[in-house]
């Protein structure tokens, strides 16, 4: 079985990405990775990740900055959602399509419907409450988030509380999987700590 795994980022500086891709590919399955190459070095670095799969992983990246202006922004995501919706299109051997987010879940279910292919939707960050979406477009944007989890084979999330995020929806099947650290070994010995927080420290990130 092939999975098209899309994510538009990098796939290699994302924790969540890799460990999700490389399950795949521990379990036997052939994996392609739809990414967003913003820097020049994806590849690369990806290649050498998965170096253990390279007979089972295929790597596919658009290549294009994310801009820094409003009118630059809005056409980067264009492009990289036409190329996004073409790589797809023209695979015929994908038989499931992982998406995640919003950024790449649009997109997906459109094909998924034209392709009759089955997609998972991973929900990373809900995405009306974690990005600045404007609020002339922050209803359309929910709506059209809600039915791509209406109509996604399975729906996952990062924490049992996103279900409250989502509660307007009604996901076929749902599963939480935790962003837990990827360690080899955790100690027995008892331990104390304070507040941790290992990610991008802004507002949008829900944090407070």
């Not at 890799?18 to 739809?34: D, M, N, P, S």
């Not at 596919?60 to 996004?84: E, M, P, T």
């Not at 299109?89 to 499931?96: F, P, T, Y």
């Not at 929806?169 to 331990?191: A, E, F, G, L």
Request: net charge neutral.
């Amino acid at each position: 079985m092939v999975i098209a795994y899309t994510r538009s980022s990098g796939i290699f500086d994302d924790s969540r990405a890799t460990k999700e891709i490389t399950a795949f590919l521990e379990h036997g399955f052939k994996v392609a990775v739809y990414g967003w190459d913003r820097d020049g070095n994806s590849r690369e670095k990806c290649s050498r990740l998965f170096e253990n799969y390279n007979k089972s992983i295929s790597l596919d990246f658009y290549d294009g900055d994310i801009g820094s202006g409003v009118i630059d922004k809005i056409k980067a995501r264009y492009l990289w959602n036409k190329w996004l919706k073409r790589e797809l299109q023209k695979n015929s051997g994908i038989d499931v399509i992982h998406a995640c987010d919003y950024d790449t879940g649009a997109i997906v279910r459109k094909v998924a419907r034209i392709r009759k292919t089955p997609y998972v939707y991973d929900i990373f960050d809900y995405y009306v409450d974690a990005h600045p979406v404007p609020e002339i477009i922050k209803g359309y944007v929910e709506k059209e988030e809600t039915r791509v989890i209406n109509d996604s084979a399975s729906t996952i999330i990062c924490t049992e509380e996103r279900k409250e995020q989502i509660s307007a929806s009604k996901p076929k099947n749902i599963v939480v999987i935790h962003n837990s650290p990827d360690v080899p070994v955790v100690s027995d010995q008892p331990q104390i700590y304070d507040y941790a927080y290992c990610g991008s420290l802004f507002g949008g990130r829900l944090i407070e």
